[in-house]
C-alpha cells in the first residue's frame, strides 16, 4: 500500500546522516572507547534491520490516523476510511502499493478494548480480503474471499493483553501482538465502471468497539498519548527515537529477548533515550555507520528471500505472523523493505524486478520492453493478476498520460492477442502507437520497478515461470 512525499523513503535510505542531530547531547563528551565503539556499532546494525518494519509502520501510522494535516490521513483511531478508487501516484505514504484494489484502512488502539470488525457478502468471484498488520508488521488476521471463503459476519480483534472470552456470535477471534494495530481492506475493482458496486462492498464494511457490539457501557477509555510527529527529515534523523516510541506498546515475546536486552544496553525501549542521547553523543559515528550497514544487509537480502528467475525475484514468501518469521528479523524487514504490507504467500505472490535476465537496470529514459505472456502460460491465479510500474527510485507509481499504472487480467478481453495467442505487454514512457495503446503499461523517464502480483495462486505457481522482459528498440 504507501503522507508527506516520500516519507518512507527517508526510512528505507539507511543514511550515514541518520544520527546527526543526536551529536548535541546535554552532557559533555565521554572518553571514546575502541571496543565500546565496536559493540555499539554492531547493535545499531541488529536494531536497524529489526526496526525498520516497525518504523515505517509508525510513519504510515502517524500520517493515516493522528497528523489530521496529512494529505495522506484516513480516519481516527478505530474508524473505518474508505477509499473509492484505486490508488494513484498522488498516494505517497505506502512504497509498492497496488492500484488494483480499492483500498479501505482502519487504524485500531485496542488500548481500551478489542474492535468488532464486520464484512458483508460479497458476490463469488470479486476478490477482497482485510488484512489485519500490527506494530511490529506481522499479518495475525485474514478475513476474505480466499481466508475465511467469503464469509460474512463479525470477527474480534484483541490487543496483546485482553483476557476475555470469546463472545458468541463472533466468527473468529485475532490477537495483535502490539497496542496499535492496522486493518487494511482491498476490494477488488474489474473497470472503472465497476467502481459504484465497490461502494456498495464498502459501505459494509464496519469497525465498533467490543462493548457497542455487545450493547455495553464502554470501559474507560485510553490514555492520550503524544505520538512524536514523523516526516521525511524526522525519521531518517532520529530512527531509534521512533523505535523507543513504537516499542512502548508491543511487548516483548520471548524471540525478542536476546534483541530487546541489546537495545536496553544503549538505552532504547526501556524509557532511557537520555541515556541513548548521551551514547550517541559519544559514537553517533558508529551508530550511523551499524544503521546504514544493516540497510544493505536488508537490500542484499531481498534477492536471497526469492527465486531468481529471468531477471525477476519471486519472492518464496510475503508478509506472515509471529510465527512465520519466528525472530528472523532479517526476513521481516526484507518484506518490509520490498513492499510493506504484503499479504501471505497463500493470498498472493509477488515477483519483483528492476533488471533484464542480462543484469542491465531498466530504465524507462533509455530503453523500449517487452513482456510476453506465452499462450496458455497467463500467471496462474484462482483471483485475478497484475502487473504494476513502479518509479525505480521511490517505489510509487508513475504518473503518465492515460492514467494507467497497471495491467491486470481483467483488462484481457480488451487486449491485442498475437497470431500465437501469447499477450504482449509494451513497457515504455511513450506510446507505442494507438494500435498497441490497449497493451501499453507508461514506464517512467528514468529507473523502472516493476511488481507481477497473483492473488489466489493456483498450485502450478512452484512450476510457473514468469517470462523474461526484452529489449524492443
Not at 548535541?24 to 575502541?34: F, I, K
Not at 470477527?155 to 501482538?177: A, H, N
Request: one cysteine or more.
Amino acid at each position: 500500500m504507501n503522507h508527506r512525499p516520500n516519507m518512507l523513503r527517508g526510512a528505507l535510505a539507511a543514511t550515514v546522516l541518520l544520527l546527526a542531530n543526536l551529536a548535541a547531547a546535554q552532557t559533555p563528551p565521554q572518553e571514546h572507547d575502541a571496543s565500546e565503539a565496536a559493540r555499539i556499532q554492531n547493535i545499531a546494525e541488529e536494531a536497524y534491520i529489526y526496526g525498520l518494519p516497525i518504523v515505517m509502520n509508525y510513519g504510515v501510522m502517524y500520517s493515516y490516523a493522528v497528523d489530521k494535516a496529512s494529505p495522506q490521513y484516513k480516519a481516527p483511531f478505530n474508524q473505518i476510511h474508505n477509499i473509492p478508487r484505486v490508488f494513484t501516484p498522488e498516494d505517497k505514504a505506502v512504497v509498492t502499493a497496488n492500484s488494483d484494489t480499492p483500498y479501505s484502512f482502519a487504524p485500531l488502539d485496542l488500548r481500551a478494548e478489542p474492535m468488532v470488525l464486520s464484512v458483508p457478502p460479497v458476490e463469488k468471484g470479486r476478490y477482497y480480503s482485510v488484512m489485519l498488520c500490527d506494530g511490529n508488521t506481522y499479518n495475525y488476521g485474514l478475513i476474505g474471499s480466499i481466508a475465511t471463503a467469503g464469509e460474512p459476519g463479525d470477527y474480534l480483534v484483541v490487543g496483546p493483553d485482553w483476557q476475555g472470552e470469546t463472545p458468541k456470535g463472533i466468527k473468529k477471534m485475532f490477537r495483535s501482538t502490539t497496542q496499535f494495530s492496522l486493518a487494511g481492506y482491498r476490494t477488488q475493482l474489474f473497470s472503472p465502471q465497476d467502481i459504484e458496486n465497490v461502494k456498495a462492498i464498502q459501505a459494509g464494511y464496519k469497525v465498533q468497539p467490543l462493548s457497542t457490539w455487545l450493547k455495553q457501557p464502554a470501559p474507560p477509555t485510553a490514555q492520550p498519548l503524544d505520538f512524536p510527529p514523523a516526516d521525511k527529515d524526522s525519521i531518517k534523523k532520529n530512527f531509534f527515537t521512533y523505535l523507543d516510541f513504537a516499542l512502548r506498546f508491543a511487548p516483548a515475546a520471548p524471540e525478542e529477548k536476546a534483541i530487546r536486552e541489546k537495545l536496553a544496553s544503549i538505552g532504547i525501549g526501556n524509557g532511557e533515550m537520555d541515556r541513548f542521547k548521551n551514547i550517541a553523543a559519544v559514537y553517533g559515528k558508529e551508530l550511523a555507520a551499524g544503521a546504514a550497514a544493516g540497510d544493505q544487509r536488508i537490500t542484499q537480502s531481498i534477492a536471497r528471500h526469492g527465486q531468481p528467475i529471468n531477471g525477476w525475484i519471486l519472492m518464496n514468501e510475503g508478509g506472515g505472523d509471529r510465527q512465520r518469521y519466528n525472530g528472523d528479523w532479517q526476513a521481516r524487514a526484507v518484506v518490509a523493505k520490498a513492499g510493506i504490507y504484503a499479504l501471505d504467500a497463500s493470498e498472493a505472490r509477488y515477483a519483483l524486478t528492476r533488471t533484464l535476465p542480462t543484469g542491465e537496470t531498466l530504465d524507462g529514459s533509455k530503453h523500449k520492453y517487452t513482456l510476453t505472456f506465452a499462450a496458455g502460460e497467463l500467471p496462474p491465479a484462482n483471483a485475478f493478476w497484475s502487473v504494476t510500474m513502479y518509479d525505480g527510485a521511490t517505489q510509487l507509481l508513475v504518473a503518465n498520460p492515460i492514467q494507467r499504472y497497471l495491467i491486470n487480467s481483467p483488462m484481457l478481453p480488451d487486449m491485442q492477442k498475437n497470431a500465437d495467442g501469447s499477450v504482449t505487454l509494451h513497457i515504455q514512457k511513450d506510446s507505442p502507437g494507438k494500435d498497441k495503446e490497449s497493451n501499453w503499461l507508461p514506464a517512467p523517464d528514468g529507473p523502472i520497478y516493476l511488481a507481477l502480483r497473483i492473488y489466489g495462486p493456483q498450485d502450478k505457481m512452484n512450476k510457473w515461470q514468469v517470462p523474461p522482459l526484452a529489449l524492443a528498440d
